[in-house]
């Protein structure tokens, strides 16, 4: 027996003893992970929003003293729009306050597609009118995404949760100061996505596409199309070319999003290793998926990543990539991967910096897409190896 077949046995008896273990302490360890959840968010909420000086149990915890970068810049956007509809990409009716220019210019103040951009609006009045404010409501999306990822794992592998959220500092401060407001407008719609994709549903697919126009993480999720029905296909295109395509003819300077996040961050050396190392993973995994017969669920979580990894690697921001691996995988491995990418500089911070977790999260992908070519079989690989056209035809024809 190799070092590996013993390695993958020991996996499959660990992964059988917890799957076998009780409803109750699954709950307890949900729970009380939680628990540990809420505890290192604390500090990061907002004094403006909720001051612990008047609470007595929280009393002496330090807060930051205002909203994060991305919920002033998301806030001003939204305003925006809700002055100007016709003013989303221009910014030139509402002129920024002082502490909204300290942290972006309005050309940085949230450069992303309408879909998302009209998402947030509603958000922002709605938490004008419910009290709750903007802050509010997108931690709110947090607490949903949350929630609904732990109700899915308790339906696959439970375990999987208190792995990748009992080590919660970097998303505490990512979800609940800073506040990804984007992201976490997409998450929901994944979430949603992935739920219809369990059922088998169709309508999983529009759901992706509704995502894909909020944020590009999911594009590689359109090579499914064709694998779509007819009725499906339709749908999933027409919303591509609305939430994408249609608003360049009704918004002036809407393509200055697509040229500003292009050069943020990122040279030309970034950008040639972020496509031969984005397109060589693209180009695995779509073989994987077709010769394992990935299904639904699973399409919806890997959609996400090959283009995740592309951004992260062009811009050398983890986030990218790290955050669309909180998606819940019923087979595990792209959470585990999460994990222990913000494990380890957690683990060992004299050796590890977080900086590192993006290469870490890279190998460990790659070292996920070889497991899985161990079980389609080395010797039908390399058989497909010498076949191109063939394996070729193979991954277009049973696509989706």
């Not at 709950?27 to 007595?56: E, F, G, K, N, W």
């Not at 300290?102 to 509603?122: D, Q, R």
């Not at 200055?256 to 290793?273: C, D, V």
Request: hydrophobic share 50%; with cysteine; aromatic share 14%.
């Amino acid at each position: 027996m190799t070092a590996t077949s013993g390695f993958a046995q020991s996996v499959t008896r660990a992964d059988a003893f917890l799957l076998d273990v009780s409803k109750p302490v699954q709950y307890l360890a949900i729970a009380l992970t939680m628990v540990a959840m809420v505890y290192q968010c604390l500090p990061h909420v907002p004094r403006q929003y909720v001051d612990y000086s008047h609470v007595p149990l929280l009393s002496n915890i330090a807060q930051p003293p205002a909203f994060g970068s991305d919920t002033v810049a998301d806030m001003y956007e939204s305003k925006v729009i809700l002055n100007d509809p016709g003013d989303m990409y221009t910014k030139q009716k509402l002129d920024q306050a002082p502490e909204e220019a300290a942290y972006w210019s309005k050309a940085a103040s949230a450069p992303y597609p309408p879909a998302v951009l009209w998402a947030e609006a509603g958000l922002y009045a709605l938490g004008r009118w419910t009290g709750l404010q903007f802050y509010g409501l997108i931690l709110m999306l947090a607490c949903v995404f949350v929630g609904w990822s732990a109700r899915y794992f308790l339906q696959t592998r439970w375990y999987l949760f208190p792995l990748l959220y009992l080590n919660f500092s970097y998303f505490g401060y990512r979800f609940v100061y800073v506040q990804d407001g984007s992201y976490l407008v997409m998450l929901v719609v994944i979430m949603a996505a992935l739920v219809l994709a369990r059922a088998r549903n169709s309508a999983s697919h529009a759901l992706m596409a509704v995502a894909i126009t909020m944020k590009l993480s999911p594009l590689y999720y359109l090579k499914n199309i064709s694998g779509m029905s007819r009725r499906a296909a339709l749908l999933f295109a027409a919303i591509l070319l609305a939430g994408l395509v249609l608003p360049y003819f009704i918004w002036d300077n809407y393509l200055y999003i697509y040229q500003f996040q292009e050069g943020i961050k990122g040279g030309r050396s970034e950008l040639a290793s972020a496509i031969i190392i984005g397109g060589l993973f693209s180009v695995l995994l779509w073989y994987v998926e077709t010769r394992l017969g990935f299904d639904m669920e699973d399409r919806v979580g890997w959609g996400l990543v090959p283009v995740a990894l592309f951004l992260a690697l062009k811009m050398n921001v983890a986030r990218h990539l790290l955050i669309v691996l909180l998606v819940p995988d019923k087979r595990g491995p792209r959470n585990v991967v999460a994990a222990v990418a913000l494990a380890l500089p957690v683990l060992f911070p004299a050796y590890v910096r977080f900086g590192s977790s993006l290469a870490i999260a890279t190998v460990l992908l790659f070292g996920t897409l070889v497991w899985y070519l161990g079980r389609v079989g080395w010797r039908t690989v390399m058989d497909d190896l010498r076949h191109p056209g063939r394996t070729v035809r193979m991954m277009l024809s049973t696509a989706g």
